[in-house]
């Protein structure tokens, strides 16, 4: 009933852009807190970036601080994660899911992250 999908992955070459979404089916987006976080081959799944309910905070990985930009669009249901400056480190699945509070604290997979969505695949490669 209730749903998280991510889209708009896929191949750029470094230095590059990308837009990735978190689109929310079944509830109201506007009363979650929204994450997004990836995960490479072989290693724990990392904290990119959070926004809180209503987009006045936001938190941010020290990898990718001053790079990526999320936002969210409460009327159409969606957060975007705008990715710019891209390095084959980025190179993950990205995931989004939703919580209750955005902070430091809570930029790590865990119990409150109710909803996770399947994830979209990001690679960075010339």
């Known amino acids: 009933q209730l749903q998280l999908v991510e889209s708009g992955g896929g191949l750029v070459q470094p230095g590059g852009s990308l837009r990735v979404s978190c689109a929310a089916s079944?509830?109201?987006?506007?009363?979650?807190?929204i994450g997004w976080f990836r995960q490479a081959p072989g290693k724990e799944r990392e904290g990119v970036s959070c926004?809180?309910?209503?987009?006045?905070?936001?938190n941010y990985g020290d990898s990718v601080k001053g790079r990526f930009t999320i936002s969210r669009d409460n009327a159409n249901n969606t957060v975007y994660l705008q990715m710019n400056s891209l390095k084959t480190e980025d190179t993950a699945v990205y995931y989004c899911a939703s919580t209750g509070v955005c902070s430091i604290a809570t930029m790590k997979a865990g119990p409150w992250w109710q909803y996770w969505g399947q994830g979209t695949q990001v690679t960075v490669s010339s």
């Open positions: 079944g509830f109201t987006l506007k009363y979650y807190a």
């Open positions: 926004i809180s309910q209503s987009g006045g905070s936001t």
